[in-house]
């Protein structure tokens, strides 16, 4: 591991201009390279204190042997220059997009004497016409099977075609119409290139005009009474129809864009873009990448674009580019787009319409392919092998933690406290045995004192099953036991149906041991091997002193700190730091990202059963379409609350008996707090409700009224 003080450049001997520099190894190996507007002011910030520098930036520049740079004139120049370094020496240390297949194309060899129509994929050749990309080489086909009937251009190898012309026959689609035959002659040169451009004037959008050409002249063709040759017209337009009823009209403007949309975490990150030309879909990719260095979701964009159009000129960079964030500063990328294309290229985030539905359209795609390639990593049994060895290897275990439980806390300004308990067997969740809890041994928010709360709970229960099964029990758990008030506390319900969770497991407790009476799966019988915590040192201190208030000194325990992903021991005044492509980094970051999800979605849902919360919950025998009957009749609450018995027996479907009842309840339930105009501090006394007003957030859950709409920094 270098000194980065042993090769920083002298003062002064940096230029104060954009450029281009690259970071070098101990064997001139390029490993990281970035431009910069001012290439002084870049390197200074990577020769700060190691202390206060990112992880994955410390890490560069400790690999690190020597930095060079080359100095520019224009920002632009920079852009392109690094792109060219970067496909050049493929450095480890910066952004690089790949794609999880080799897309196909539809491709016509304009650069040939007889053009031709067929799937191509790989690099992009000069002269050679590109439409796509698609997700399936079938649709290419099936779109290219539809169109011949009209445009009857050349799809045979060279092979194929040099052994027409040499026999005089044609290929079958010759002689059923669907190859105007240039190898043997049926048409000339000169025709046949004009078909084949009018065949990517198709493909490119320019649709409207053909048809109404067509039409017309299966009209003349009938005023001609050449009824054959107007069937064969009306034929050729259904055709085109159909081929273009395929691609769906997405924006009503038939505009020519790209949509750009990135998923990410804190390891990965998914891009998809959508290829829009005439209003209509015309093809789809995208690509995944791990974050190796510290890269803003507006430097991701950037990325892409450099990969996107580093190679493309002229049309195939449309004019107008949508991204969910722009480049910081944004006009060197936009020149850029604008001198590949050759005229103005728009590089803009989309804010209303039909363009920013299909942005979320796009987003919405970047999410499922960033969770596919998740759980495709996640599946892989060699794969999850390595990451249960790395953990081991850096938490120094005598063995791969096989089980794996993740405890979280959520709150919202420290109302309705609960935790989450997940479970990672062999690398895999294991939801059947999620388990959910209410903190209740105090009030208020402490993230420290709930943890130690519910690793309390959940290992006492543990130790309470070994003694039922007779196992051996240490030496000073006996009184930990007898806490039965403690057990009846626990909230232990498994997840089925949250977020699309399926609940249900079909061998959770295969060993009789882990079976209660009726053979059913105890419920924390199970012990882990590794207790991960979400949160720093304080909240790994709290787990530890639990386990060993229960005597229980054989389980491991350690905390993932969100911030910086490091991984806290106990009683350790530093954290392991693991590689950002460790696959053990990567486990326990799932396992730590479930159990928030897990937490915050019970959180949500608690808190929502509280807002809607009335004082006629309480009353015995009232459902639903009674109490809806009631508040219909009176208003609210309020209103019903002052109401004499004789007047709620006025309700259809409330006897003598359920009004008083209802009288009762609504008299010893305690009146709410006057509502408060959180923008003036009134006080609303003519209030008519008495449930708290509610109003919705960005993913649908109610919160109060007054409430700040951004919830980060509030809610866990």
Same mark, same amino acid.
């Given at each position: 591991?270098?000194?980065?003080?042993?090769?920083?450049?002298?003062?002064?001997?940096?230029?104060?201009?954009?450029?281009?520099?690259?970071?070098?190894?101990?064997?001139?190996?390029?490993?990281?390279?970035?431009?910069?507007? @001012?290439?002084?002011?870049?390197?200074?910030?990577?020769?700060?204190?190691?202390?206060?520098?990112?992880?994955?930036?410390?890490?560069?520049?400790?690999?690190?042997?020597?930095?060079?740079?080359?100095?520019? @004139?224009?920002?632009?120049?920079?852009?392109?220059?690094?792109?060219?370094?970067?496909?050049?020496?493929?450095?480890?240390?910066?952004?690089?997009?790949?794609?999880?297949?080799?897309?196909?194309?539809?491709?016509?060899?304009?650069?040939?004497?007889?053009?031709?129509?067929?799937?191509?994929?790989?690099?992009?050749?000069?002269?050679?016409?590109?439409?796509?990309?698609?997700?399936?080489?079938?649709?290419?086909?099936?779109?290219?099977?539809?169109?011949?009937?009209?445009?009857?251009?050349?799809?045979?190898?060279?092979?194929?075609?040099?052994?027409?012309?040499?026999?005089?026959?044609?290929?079958?689609?010759?002689?059923?119409?669907?190859?105007?035959?240039?190898?043997?002659?049926?048409?000339?040169?000169?025709?046949?290139?004009?078909?084949?451009?009018?065949?990517?004037?198709?493909?490119?959008?320019?649709?409207?005009?053909?048809?109404?050409?067509?039409?017309?002249?299966?009209?003349?063709?009938?005023?001609?009474?050449?009824?054959?040759?107007?069937?064969?017209?009306?034929?050729?337009?259904?055709?085109?129809?159909?081929?273009?009823?395929?691609?769906?009209?997405?924006?009503?403007?038939?505009?020519?864009?790209?949509?750009?949309?990135?998923?990410?975490?804190?390891?990965?990150?998914?891009?998809?873009?959508f290829h829009v030309r005439g209003g209509r879909v015309r093809g789809q990719r995208g690509w995944v990448t791990d974050k190796v260095e510290d890269v803003t979701t507006a430097a991701l964009v950037e990325h892409a674009l450099q990969q996107l159009y580093g190679e493309e000129t002229g049309d195939a960079v449309p004019k107008e580019v949508l991204v969910?964030?722009?480049?910081?500063?944004?006009?060197?990328?936009?020149?850029?787009?604008?001198?590949?294309?050759?005229?103005?290229?728009?590089?803009?985030?989309?804010?209303?319409?039909?363009?920013?539905?299909?942005?979320?359209?796009?987003?919405?795609?970047?999410?499922?392919?960033?969770?596919?390639?998740?759980?495709?990593?996640?599946?892989?049994?060699?794969?999850? @092998?390595?990451?249960?060895?790395?953990?081991?290897?850096?938490?120094?275990?005598?063995?791969?933690?096989?089980?794996?439980?993740?405890?979280?806390?959520?709150?919202?300004?420290?109302?309705?406290?609960?935790?989450?308990?997940?479970?990672?067997?062999?690398?895999?969740?294991?939801?059947?045995?999620?388990?959910?809890?209410?903190?209740?041994?105090?009030?208020?928010?402490?993230?420290?004192? @709930?943890?130690?709360?519910?690793?309390?709970?959940?290992?006492?229960?543990?130790?309470?099953?070994?003694?039922?099964?007779?196992?051996?029990?240490?030496?000073?758990?006996?009184?930990?036991?007898?806490?039965?008030?403690?057990?009846?506390?626990?909230?232990?319900?498994?997840?089925?149906?949250?977020?699309?969770?399926?609940?249900?497991?079909?061998?959770?407790?295969?060993?009789?041991?882990?079976?209660?009476?009726?053979?059913?799966?105890?419920?924390?019988?199970?012990?882990?091997?590794?207790?991960?915590?979400?949160?720093?040192?304080?909240?790994?201190?709290?787990?530890?002193?639990?386990?060993?208030?229960?005597?229980i000194d054989d389980i491991a325990v350690c905390g993932l700190a969100k911030r910086l992903e490091e991984v806290w021991l106990p009683e350790d005044d530093d954290p392991v730091v693991l590689p950002r492509s460790s696959e053990g980094l990567y486990l326990l970051q799932r396992v730590r990202d479930e159990a928030h999800r897990f937490a915050i979605t019970?959180?949500?849902?608690?808190?929502?059963?509280?807002?809607?919360?009335?004082?006629?919950?309480?009353?015995?025998?009232?459902?639903?379409?009674r109490k809806q009957a009631l508040i219909k009749h009176f208003g609210s609450v309020k209103k019903l609350r002052s109401a004499t018995i004789e007047q709620i027996q006025e309700v259809p479907g409330i006897g003598r008996k359920t009004a008083e009842t209802i009288a009762v309840a609504l008299a010893q339930a305690a009146p709410a707090a006057p509502a408060?105009?959180?923008?003036?501090?009134?006080?609303?006394?003519?209030?008519?409700?008495?449930?708290?007003?509610?109003?919705?957030?960005?993913?649908?859950?109610?919160?109060?009224?007054?409430?700040?709409?951004?919830?980060?920094?509030?809610?866990?």
């Amino acid at each position: 591991m270098a000194d980065p003080s042993s090769y920083r450049p002298k003062p002064g001997q940096i230029p104060d201009s954009p450029g281009v520099y690259r970071f070098r190894d101990e064997h001139r190996r390029v490993i990281y390279v970035g431009k910069a507007k @001012s290439l002084r002011q870049r390197l200074a910030n990577y020769f700060q204190d190691l202390a206060s520098l990112h992880p994955r930036t410390r890490t560069m520049v400790t690999t690190a042997a020597s930095v060079e740079w080359t100095v520019v @004139s224009t920002e632009v120049e920079a852009l392109q220059l690094e792109y060219s370094w970067i496909k050049e020496y493929d450095p480890r240390f910066n952004v690089k997009y790949r794609d999880d297949k080799s897309y196909p194309y539809l491709a016509v060899t304009m650069n040939e004497e007889f053009p031709r129509v067929q799937v191509m994929r790989g690099h992009k050749k000069k002269g050679v016409r590109y439409f796509g990309p698609y997700g399936h080489a079938w649709a290419i086909r099936d779109t290219v099977d539809l169109l011949l009937r009209v445009f009857p251009v050349r799809t045979c190898s060279a092979g194929v075609f040099k052994n027409a012309t040499r026999t005089g026959r044609p290929c079958l689609l010759g002689y059923i119409g669907k190859c105007s035959a240039p190898c043997v002659g049926r048409i000339e040169p000169e025709d046949h290139r004009e078909l084949a451009e009018e065949f990517c004037d198709f493909m490119a959008g320019r649709t409207g005009t053909y048809l109404r050409r067509l039409e017309q002249r299966m009209r003349d063709a009938a005023e001609e009474m050449e009824y054959e040759r107007a069937a064969r017209l009306r034929d050729d337009i259904e055709a085109l129809k159909k081929a273009m009823e395929k691609n769906a009209v997405v924006l009503a403007d038939a505009t020519d864009a790209d949509l750009i949309a990135v998923a990410e975490d804190e390891l990965e990150a998914a891009v998809q873009i959508f290829h829009v030309r005439g209003g209509r879909v015309r093809g789809q990719r995208g690509w995944v990448t791990d974050k190796v260095e510290d890269v803003t979701t507006a430097a991701l964009v950037e990325h892409a674009l450099q990969q996107l159009y580093g190679e493309e000129t002229g049309d195939a960079v449309p004019k107008e580019v949508l991204v969910p964030a722009l480049p910081d500063p944004v006009e060197p990328v936009q020149e850029w787009l604008t001198g590949r294309r050759g005229s103005n290229v728009s590089l803009r985030i989309p804010q209303r319409g039909d363009k920013k539905a299909l942005m979320e359209t796009v987003q919405r795609n970047a999410q499922q392919a960033l969770a596919l390639h998740k759980t495709k990593r996640a599946s892989d049994l060699t794969t999850r @092998s390595r990451a249960l060895e790395e953990i081991s290897d850096a938490l120094d275990l005598d063995s791969a933690p096989l089980r794996i439980e993740c405890y979280d806390i959520s709150h919202l300004q420290g109302d309705d406290v609960v935790a989450s308990m997940v479970v990672f067997e062999d690398g895999l969740q294991r939801k059947s045995e999620y388990r959910r809890f209410q903190i209740k041994g105090f009030a208020g928010q402490d993230d420290v004192r @709930s943890m130690h709360e519910v690793i309390t709970r959940r290992f006492r229960r543990y130790l309470a099953e070994k003694e039922k099964t007779g196992e051996w029990v240490e030496e000073g758990t006996e009184d930990a036991l007898t806490d039965t008030a403690a057990l009846t506390d626990i909230v232990a319900l498994t997840d089925t149906g949250t977020d699309n969770d399926t609940g249900t497991d079909t061998d959770g407790g295969a060993a009789d041991g882990f079976k209660d009476d009726e053979g059913r799966p105890k419920k924390f019988a199970y012990p882990p091997q590794l207790v991960v915590v979400d949160g720093g040192q304080p909240q790994v201190a709290a787990a530890k002193r639990a386990l060993d208030e229960l005597g229980i000194d054989d389980i491991a325990v350690c905390g993932l700190a969100k911030r910086l992903e490091e991984v806290w021991l106990p009683e350790d005044d530093d954290p392991v730091v693991l590689p950002r492509s460790s696959e053990g980094l990567y486990l326990l970051q799932r396992v730590r990202d479930e159990a928030h999800r897990f937490a915050i979605t019970y959180q949500r849902t608690k808190r929502a059963k509280r807002f809607r919360s009335s004082p006629l919950d309480d009353v015995p025998g009232l459902g639903e379409t009674r109490k809806q009957a009631l508040i219909k009749h009176f208003g609210s609450v309020k209103k019903l609350r002052s109401a004499t018995i004789e007047q709620i027996q006025e309700v259809p479907g409330i006897g003598r008996k359920t009004a008083e009842t209802i009288a009762v309840a609504l008299a010893q339930a305690a009146p709410a707090a006057p509502a408060v105009n959180t923008a003036t501090g009134e006080i609303m006394d003519d209030r008519e409700d008495e449930a708290p007003e509610t109003t919705a957030d960005a993913s649908g859950e109610p919160v109060p009224a007054g409430a700040p709409d951004d919830r980060r920094g509030q809610e866990r």
